[in-house]
Structure formats: C-alpha cells, structure tokens
C-alpha cells in the first residue's frame, strides 16, 4: 500500500511562510507524477501545484509567484515552499501521487482522478 506522509503544516501570520514536506516510496518519487492538493471549509479540493514524472510544473494562478513544488529523490521527499502567505491560503493541504504519472496540468485540475493520499496537513494563516 503507497503511503504519504506530510508535515510541516503550522499557523502563521499573512506574509508568513511555511514549507510543507511528503515523504513517499522511493518508487513513489521516481515514476509517479506527485502534488498538493487543498481543501478549505466547505470548498472543493483544488489543485496547488503539480510536479509530473517528466519534469513538468504546473501552478494554480492563485499561488504563482508565491509558492515552489519541488523533489529531492535521494529522500524521497517532495516539497512546497509557500511564501508571502495570505488568509486565502488556509486550508488542509494534501500531498498526492498519481501512479499513471500522467501530466502535470491534467492533474491539477483532476484531483478525483488522483488515487493516492496523504493523511493532509492544516495550514492557518491570520490576518
């Protein structure tokens, strides 16, 4: 069973940062296409920032400029630096890998066609 483990979530003032941290299978960050994913009260989950098996980034709008996905295999550990962080970014975020490796601006907006999830770490920022 393929398992995600996040960390790093916390609460912060506006302007804040954070860097949230998922620690995969080492098969995990080497074929599959991985991402965050979050979901505020009463919203749909939305795509954050998906990274594919070929190397390709894709950001949601609302984050570019602010926050950076990143991967580093030697351990198996994908990343999401968020910076300059406002009140809208409060959420439960939700590292994710799609097995298919399939791309990454398919992905971002396809979270129901993700089949693997973590456990989800809260983010709270304060005005």
């Known amino acids: 069973q393929v398992q995600l483990v996040e960390s790093g979530g916390g609460s912060v003032q506006a302007g804040g940062s954070l860097r949230l941290s998922c620690v995969a299978s080492?098969?995990?960050?080497?074929?599959?296409?991985m991402g965050w994913f979050r979901q505020a009260p009463g919203k749909a989950r939305e795509g954050v920032a998906v990274?594919?098996?070929?190397?390709?980034?894709t950001y949601a709008d609302s984050v570019k400029g602010r926050f950076t996905i990143s991967k580093d295999n030697a351990k198996n550990t994908l990343y999401l630096q968020m910076n300059n962080l406002s009140p809208e970014d409060t959420a439960m975020y939700y590292c994710?890998?799609?097995?298919?490796?399939?791309?990454?601006?398919?992905?971002?907006?396809?979270?129901?066609?993700?089949?693997?999830w973590g456990q989800g770490t809260q983010v709270t920022v304060s005005s």
């Open positions: 080492a098969y995990i960050i080497n074929t599959a296409s």
């Open positions: 994710a890998a799609d097995k298919e490796a399939r791309a990454s601006w398919w992905l971002l907006v396809r979270p129901a066609q993700i089949g693997v």
């Open positions: 990274f594919d098996n070929v190397g390709t980034i």
